[in-house]
Each structure stands twice: as C-alpha cells, then as structure tokens.
C-alpha cells in the first residue's frame, strides 16, 4: 500500500521561493511517473508537472521557467522548487504516483485519473 506525505509548503511574498518535498513510503517505486497537482478554493485540480523514471518532464504553462520537479529513487522522494512565486499559485499542491506511465510524450501534465496514491496535500500561500 503506497502512501504519499508532502511537506515543505508555507506563506511567501511574491518572487519568494519554496521547495515542496513528497515521501512515498511503502513498496519502492520503481516505475511510472510521479507528479505535482494544486488546487485552489473555487478551483479544480490543475496539474503542475510530472516526471518519469527516465526523467522526462513536462509542465504546466504557467509555471515554466520557475518551477523544476526532481525524483530521488534511493530516496522515493519528489521535488517541486518554486521560484519567483507569484499570487497566483497560491493552492493546495498535492503529489501522486502513476506506475508504468511515461511522460515524454506529453506536452502538458497528464490527467489526475492517470495517478493515485494522493496524499493530504501542503498549503502554499503567496501574497
């Protein structure tokens, strides 16, 4: 049974950075995608980015350029460094897992239905 714990969010000014951290515990991930997904109040899930065991990536238009997701497979641990932070990404950031999928031929996040193991989410405010 997978289980996925992210941490690292908190309030920031805007241009402020934060690195978001997501531990998976249970059996070692050792294929498939992993990914960012936030969720604003009013709003619905919006993929932020994804990466492959082949560390392919793909992200969401928004946050290109100032967003970067990185895995460590010793660790089973994802990363999502958020730089020049704006308003704007100000959500609920959640992170997944999705055996067996690829990423490289994805030009923006695939679907949330394509992930599970969702976790209980860390709070990122920017004012």
């Known amino acids: 049974h997978v289980q996925l714990v992210e941490s690292g969010g908190g309030s920031v000014q805007a241009g402020g950075s934060l690195r978001l951290s997501c531990i998976i515990s249970?059996?070692?991930?050792?294929?498939?995608?992993m990914g960012w997904w936030r969720q604003a109040p009013g709003h619905g899930r919006e993929g932020v980015a994804a990466i492959d065991t082949e560390y392919n990536t793909v992200y969401a238009d928004s946050v290109k350029g100032r967003f970067t997701i990185s895995r460590d497979n010793a660790d089973n641990t994802i990363y999502l460094q958020m730089n020049s932070l704006e308003p704007e990404d100000t959500a609920m950031y959640y992170c997944a897992t999705s055996p067996g999928l690829s990423v490289q031929f994805y030009g923006l996040p695939p679907p949330a239905r394509l992930f599970r193991g969702w976790g209980q989410g860390t709070q990122v405010t920017v004012s």
């Open positions: 249970g059996p070692k991930i050792t294929g498939g995608s």
